[in-house]
């Protein structure tokens, strides 16, 4: 019940930002009709734009709920979306006359002449730039304001107002800087055609909707913005690239350059893709691509370099790591150390059974805390096999992944194929006792479950 009424709140909340975003749009739109000059006219059709932005999150917000089984009436929700594609609609008849009036006949026939996709990298390019330029401008009047007010606060202490204003202007400046760093890494993507143009299309109206509303009360940050992007995981792969040529033992690197250099002394050889004409009789000198290198000679023209001294210590080091791999194990936490052996004098409650008495009635009559003291202390032992035998047979079940006896101290509330779960009553060897642990879950794969005969 509580849910859904935080599920109502949000929508009311929605609902009436949809509202407030209608008003203004409208009133927008009746100052840019109204202009009289073309500078007004700009500056409204950026604002239209900003408004129609905050719509949009709003319309997909709208339609998230509307796709949900949790709401019954969807009525004002539908009516509320079609409203704002209304103004989306609009919206587009103004960038489109925005857009005819911007180009001329002569510049639309230039464009023609020019690739569609590099005139579309181009313009992707010059967007990435200018916005990094204004998120940089931005963060420079941050700093400027910061340095005022640290000044201000210096001769008067204590005022609260101007340290959270000094406070919010830092968190400023770290999104944007973030952003900034991310918009230029995108930028290089770009450059050296690893990154698509249309998926940074579809970042830009985020972009712009955080440059133009980021300082705004009611501003809603996409935290998922580069997600789409995989920016992460194309700088691994480029940086694994980068690895892969400096990895390795330094005969490796030795040869990489030496084929870097035959190539070069190649490309002087034969400048061209094709060699000049000669007699009928003659040999064509192949083509660079045609190069080919002497069996003999393996991957490295020049033949083999002898390492160094301090190269082949470097080589066995490499090699000696790599032997020595990390495992997934050297990170579990260090169990503590049991002595194989009893120590000699034992209390009089620890009576370890004399080597000869190995049957199986005997473990059955030693107490509980001996049948612990005896798997615990006399690891790999004949002892402890059959101190775990009379365990068992006490119903106490060892568990593989804490390393303890646990026996059912009632009915498992909950059984199913994987597990059971209930309150249960285990032997803490570090504390040396026994505890008590409800609504424990027991999952059977920890059961060490074998038949001991």
Not at 224 to 232: A, G, N, P, S, V
């Amino acid at each position: 019940m509580a849910d859904k009424r935080k599920l109502q709140g949000e929508i009311d909340r929605c609902l009436k930002k949809v509202t407030e975003g209608v008003e203004q749009f409208e009133d927008i739109w009746q100052k840019l009709h109204n202009a009289a000059n073309a500078n007004q006219k700009e500056k409204y059709e950026a604002d239209l734009k900003k408004e129609i932005k905050k719509l949009q999150r709003l319309r997909d917000q709208i339609k998230t709920w509307v796709a949900s089984n949790e709401i019954k009436d969807k009525r004002q929700l539908v009516e509320n979306r079609k409203l704002i594609e209304t103004q989306m609609e609009r919206f587009k008849i103004v960038e489109r006359e925005t857009k005819t009036k911007a180009y001329s006949k002569e510049g639309l026939g230039l464009a023609q002449k020019v690739d569609p996709a590099q005139r579309e990298k181009e313009e992707v390019g010059n967007w990435l730039t200018n916005t990094i330029d204004t998120l940089n401008m931005q963060v420079d009047q941050f700093e400027s304001e910061v340095e005022s007010l640290s000044v201000q606060t210096r001769k008067k202490k204590g005022d609260k107002e101007k340290q959270d204003r000094i406070e919010e202007l830092k968190r400023f400046i770290e999104k944007h800087r973030y952003h900034i760093r991310m918009l230029e890494t995108i930028l290089r993507m770009l450059d050296n055609d690893t990154l698509p143009v249309d998926s940074i299309r579809k970042i830009k109206d985020d972009v712009e909707y955080y440059m133009d509303s980021s300082q705004d009360p009611d501003f809603e940050e996409n935290e998922f913005l580069y997600d789409d992007l995989d920016l992460e995981e194309l700088r691994k792969c480029c940086f694994a690239v980068v690895l892969s040529r400096h990895s390795g033992c330094f005969q490796t690197r030795l040869l990489f350059f030496q084929i870097l250099f035959s190539l070069s002394v190649a490309s002087d050889i034969f400048p061209s893709t094709t060699a000049p004409p000669g007699p009928p009789s003659a040999p064509q000198q192949p083509s660079l691509s045609e190069v080919s290198i002497p069996p003999s000679l393996g991957v490295c023209p020049l033949g083999p370099v002898p390492l160094s001294k301090d190269q082949l210590y470097q080589q066995a080091m490499q090699e000696s790591a790599w032997t020595h791999m990390p495992h997934p194990s050297d990170s579990e936490r260090i169990r503590q150390y049991l002595m194989r052996n009893p120590c000699p004098t034992l209390p009089f409650h620890h009576q370890v059974p004399p080597p000869h008495s190995d049957s199986v009635e005997f473990y059955q009559r030693l107490s509980t805390e001996t049948l612990f003291f005896i798997f615990y202390y006399l690891e790999g032992t004949k002892a402890q096999y059959l101190a775990a035998k009379a365990l068992k047979k006490q119903s106490w079940r060892f568990h593989t992944k804490y390393m303890m006896w646990f026996q059912r101290h009632e009915e498992p509330k909950t059984i199913t194929d994987e597990f059971e779960q209930g309150t249960y009553i285990y032997f803490d060897y570090e504390k040396w006792g026994q505890r008590k642990k409800e609504g424990f879950t027991f999952e059977y794969r920890y059961l060490e479950d074998r038949d001991l005969q």
